[in-house]
């Protein structure tokens, strides 16, 4: 997923779970400069986080299971189950606000409000950067302070700050997008399961479709957008942005095009009323199909 420069709007009050992160965070580096990459972190005294044993490094399981979607023996659902219990780091920075007056009505220093950085998508969303170690951090945005969070309430931080996705490690050598619906079922703590293979969602189309002589049936396909590539441009069968779902309408040999259209963008029009479906949707293409018999 491309992105565009890294914002960051000024926030009074960071989501809960964040703020009181960062009030026992400190810098990415120590008093000497010297990064805490590799370091073990690990006790009471932990200057960077809580997270006991932590040496700031990846996650086993999220890096096996990214490690598997690569290699074509993964999935985006097994991506998803093992952020559920993985430790991940978000980029907070501190930006200038408005001068307070002091009692005497002269500008006293600017007070520093903290934000968590977003990005913005190609397509005009808002994600929110999430990190595996402190060094993809570091290297990506080099102002910004490390604070440590299990991944489901980095997801619920995302959501709390209208972000429609959650990227994993932008910059690096992988990047990975978990799309809204994922987002969600991460931030609520229950599995998610990709709309294209979802039955719930296959049954929803099915009654959807119904009562139309020249339709022979609606396939479910995963949508253009659910592939990746990663900084070596090889291609990755999950991870992507989107269009997440391909709706394939099959219609009787001899279907005019202008009835086809109409059909799909009805039944498009029925799905998106359905709660359930828009929910589990992140976004949709449709492609329209001549049976041969």
């Given at each position: 997923?491309?992105?565009?420069?890294p914002?960051?709007?000024?926030?009074?009050?960071?989501p809960?779970?964040?703020?009181?992160?960062?009030?026992?965070?400190?810098?990415?580096?120590?008093?000497?400069?010297?990064?805490?990459?590799?370091?073990?972190?690990?006790?009471?005294?932990?200057?960077?986080?809580?997270?006991?044993?932590?040496?700031?490094?990846?996650?086993?399981?999220?890096?096996?299971?990214?490690?598997?979607?690569?290699?074509?023996?993964?999935?985006?659902?097994?991506?998803?189950?093992?952020?559920?219990?993985?430790?991940?780091?978000?980029?907070?920075?501190?930006q200038?606000?408005?001068?307070?007056?002091?009692?005497?009505?002269?500008?006293?220093?600017?007070?520093?409000?903290?934000?968590?950085?977003?990005?913005?998508?190609?397509?005009?969303?808002?994600?929110?950067?999430?990190?595996?170690?402190?060094?993809?951090?570091q290297?990506?945005?080099?102002?910004?302070?490390?604070?440590?969070?299990?991944?489901?309430?980095?997801?619920?931080?995302?959501?709390?700050?209208?972000?429609?996705?959650?990227?994993?490690?932008?910059g690096?050598?992988?990047?990975?997008?978990?799309?809204?619906?994922?987002?969600?079922?991460?931030?609520?703590?229950?599995?998610?399961t990709?709309?294209?293979l979802?039955?719930?969602?296959?049954?929803?189309?099915?009654?959807?479709?119904?009562?139309?002589?020249?339709?022979?049936?609606?396939?479910?396909?995963?949508?253009?957008?659910?592939?990746?590539?990663?900084?070596?441009?090889?291609?990755?069968?999950?991870?992507?942005?989107?269009?997440?779902?391909?709706?394939?309408?099959?219609?009787?040999?001899?279907?005019?095009?202008?009835?086809?259209?109409?059909?799909?963008?009805?039944?498009?029009?029925?799905?998106?009323?359905?709660?359930?479906?828009?929910?589990a949707?992140?976004?949709?293409?449709?492609?329209?199909?001549s049976?041969?018999?």
């Amino acid at each position: 997923m491309s992105t565009a420069q890294p914002e960051s709007a000024p926030k009074r009050h960071l989501p809960g779970h964040i703020a009181a992160a960062l009030a026992q965070a400190g810098s990415p580096t120590d008093s000497a400069g010297q990064s805490w990459e590799g370091r073990d972190l690990a006790g009471d005294e932990n200057p960077l986080h809580k997270f006991d044993k932590d040496d700031g490094l990846a996650d086993e399981a999220v890096m096996q299971a990214l490690a598997d979607l690569r290699a074509g023996n993964g999935s985006e659902s097994g991506v998803h189950q093992s952020l559920a219990n993985a430790r991940v780091f978000v980029a907070v920075v501190a930006q200038l606000g408005e001068e307070a007056m002091t009692e005497h009505g002269f500008a006293s220093d600017k007070e520093a409000d903290m934000a968590l950085v977003k990005i913005k998508g190609p397509d005009g969303r808002m994600a929110l950067p999430v990190f595996t170690t402190v060094e993809r951090l570091q290297a990506w945005h080099n102002e910004a302070r490390p604070v440590a969070v299990y991944a489901p309430r980095a997801a619920l931080s995302a959501v709390s700050e209208e972000c429609q996705l959650l990227v994993l490690d932008p910059g690096g050598d992988y990047t990975f997008v978990l799309r809204r619906p994922g987002m969600w079922n991460l931030a609520k703590q229950i599995e998610w399961t990709p709309s294209y293979l979802n039955q719930g969602i296959a049954e929803i189309v099915q009654d959807a479709t119904s009562g139309y002589a020249q339709l022979r049936k609606v396939q479910l396909a995963p949508g253009r957008g659910v592939g990746s590539r990663d900084a070596q441009g090889n291609a990755v069968p999950g991870g992507g942005s989107g269009p997440e779902l391909n709706l394939q309408f099959v219609f009787a040999a001899g279907t005019s095009e202008n009835d086809a259209r109409e059909i799909a963008t009805n039944i498009h029009g029925l799905l998106a009323r359905k709660p359930e479906f828009a929910e589990a949707v992140d976004s949709i293409e449709i492609s329209l199909l001549s049976s041969s018999s």
